[in-house]
């Protein structure tokens, strides 16, 4: 907080550090003195870690069959694996697979899922967002039209619509979300970027002889970006979740490549039984993670919204 | 107020109904993009000729706008092909399984409007007080829970651990308007409460965040101060002035969520074995039973448009200021 102080004070007393002081560093400053937002972000880090690094800090690769041995099958968190060389923190699935190790390989695929679509979605929202702003017309109806229509229905519907024609597969679920989240950005987008065109910085940079080209993405992009980034944020815990739902459904991932919503599909014949670590730990992961993402992308709105400056 | 409601609703009609058009457009190119229906149709051992015939027969000759055009004129006659699983018309099948679903949806609406709406109140009405703060934070966690997850652990614990409800099915049923509803008898209901509880959870937040957030709106009003002032005891303000007004919106999106229900009741039924549509659809998914797949689809979408167009029009005859601004 001191640090934040000094800089203030210092750039009150000097107008030239004002200058200097970019608006990311202030929407850093900001972002930061949120303790709920910190805790996020240090545990979002802290997953992400773990799933880059999951060969460093699991016990077992859990789809190396040869690493797997059916005695240990089911066995309860914190039983000793039939060797005696490590033991189950969170218990083991039907196949002997220790749950942890599941878990952060899982995560690997969850997030890489998540972070994939939303970029891509992302970027071509945006350019479609921006395309329909600056073309107007019958460019613009046609994209906004498509938007409108894809938004007015819930998004599980859609979803399960494409993958019964598709197929499972890690590349037909991105390819799934990714139609289903463009359309967030490219609204958002097209708005800012409609505000922002009337904006005098714009019809300057238009006097000057700037290219339309240079001015949509030199000029306009980067003031549209902080709806946009809030956006990406939520969306990837959005997906996250959506991907997780498909895959225990049975039309997301394949067995090959488990998400968490596929671990805790596995759990579930044994839930009856009352084994229920099998799917409660990787349910919880999943929880985590996306109670992470929403508290930064929470933050994130309420620093990137320009109403809410003072 | 003379001539626009008409023009208004015809235009709104006609909308509907273009999305209604665009929506089997895409499913009948869905359909097509995948594959040729002959090979899934016909059998390995049928010869040249015979091929040829059955080809003619189901109208694949065609060009695809004339098959479109088949395609829809049996839709509008409710003719959408019969299940390959069970060889009875699709749409009868869906129709027969629609009451369950709209039974879940209903159910998990009344729950979240029972449970949100007060506590929305309290959380707006005392922004400061340490619950309104747990409630909220819980609201965070409420949208973030997977809703799967959730109700494998409802089983878990209500059914496996305590015993005190059963784990899936919809239980004795009665008939009424010649339907059967579990909610008319004991057992019944025994098995309604977890599905519903589990589709209700993402509801519960969005109710109760709504409902903070229009209190927090209507609160400073001019005429909440005066009806204040006239001496108005505290319930009254609340419940005839600000809890009357937080309910136009509330009623606008509960309207458009209950879409959103029936389509996310394809999870609940499915971990509580419920013989809804959502589970006979995901079935069918898994059995490329098209004909059911695309029924399914068909109906839903016109529900749903439905839907919104019947809350766009409440909207409209609500609420005094959209109503006024249209007419001007």
Redesign the interface.
Known sequence: MSAIDNAASTAQADPQALRRESPWRRVAADFFSSRTAVFGLVLLAILVLAAIFAPLVTPQNPYDLMQLDVMDARLAPGAASGTGTYSYWLGTDGQGRDIFSGILYGLRISLTVGVGSALIAGIAGTLLGLLAAYAGGRVDSVIMRTVD?LL???S??VA???????GKGVLNVVLTLVILEWAYYARAARGQALVESRREYVEAARGQGISNWRIVVGHILPNCLPPLIVIGSLQV?RAI?LE??LS????GVPVTEPSL?LL?AN??QF??S?E?WI??FP?IA??VT??AI??VG?RLRDVLNPRLQK | MSRWPLRWLARRLAQSLLVVLAMTVIVFAGLHAIGNPVDILIGQDVDQVERARIIARLGLDQPLWRQYLAFLHGALRGDLGNSLVYNVPAIQLILQRLPATLELAVAALLLAVLVGVPLGLFAGLYPEHPLSRVLMTGSIVGFSLPTFWVGLMLIMAFSVRLGWLPSGGRGATAEWLGVPWSWLTADGLRHLILPAINLSLFKVSLVLRLTRAGVREVLPQDWVRFARAKGLSPQRVVLGHVLRNTMIPLVTVLGLEFGSTIAFAVVTENIFAWPGAGKLILDSINALDRPVIVSYLIVVVCLFVTLNLIVDVLYKLLDPRVRLEAAA
């Open positions: 229509l007015s229905f819930p599980i519907l399960m619509m494409i993958l019964a024609f598709l815990a979740t997780a739902t225990f459904l049975g039309l919503g805790i759990g579930y839930m009856l009352d229920y799917s409660f349910g999943l929880l996306v109670v929403n508290l929470d």
